[in-house]
């Protein structure tokens, strides 16, 4: 792994549509959090009976919007992990933009690329079996 100087600013620039669209979600979640509820459907969980590894996103969403970390986690642990790295990523474009020496990525080899999605897979796999397991 090495960190080299970013070679495309798309990455970095579409923070901003993005922000938009959270700060839209949240402040649905905080207006209406029952109206979120209510539209969240999963589409495995009524063909199957068995919770996807995104089942309680929602409901995580609505908890972080309100501040109820705990909440969150117990809903579906990915959501607040999301929340950090995003808010992490967030303020990293946002520097990068006024501060060029940020301008900066991560270049992986071959095998460490590999080693990300094994890693990717395993995450999905465990959050899987627990969202099967809680319910």
Do not use: Y
């Not at 792994?1 to 905080?30: G, N, T």
């Amino acid at each position: 792994m090495r960190i080299v100087p970013e070679s495309d600013s798309l990455l970095r620039w579409l923070v901003v549509p993005f922000l938009a669209v959270a700060a839209a979600l949240v402040a649905v979640a905080l207006w209406s959090p029952s109206l979120l509820l209510r539209l969240a459907h999963c589409p495995w969980r009524s063909l199957t009976g068995i919770p996807c590894p995104t089942c309680g996103g929602t409901e995580a969403a609505v908890h972080l919007a309100g501040g109820h970390w705990s909440a969150a986690w117990r809903a579906n642990p990915l959501a607040p992990l999301l929340v950090i790295l995003v808010v992490l990523w967030a303020g990293w474009s946002l520097a990068a933009a006024f501060l060029p020496a940020l301008r900066l990525q991560v270049e992986l080899t071959p095998a460490e690329r590999k080693a990300a999605r094994i890693g990717t897979a395993l995450l999905i796999v465990g959050l899987w079996t627990r969202q099967i397991l809680v319910g």
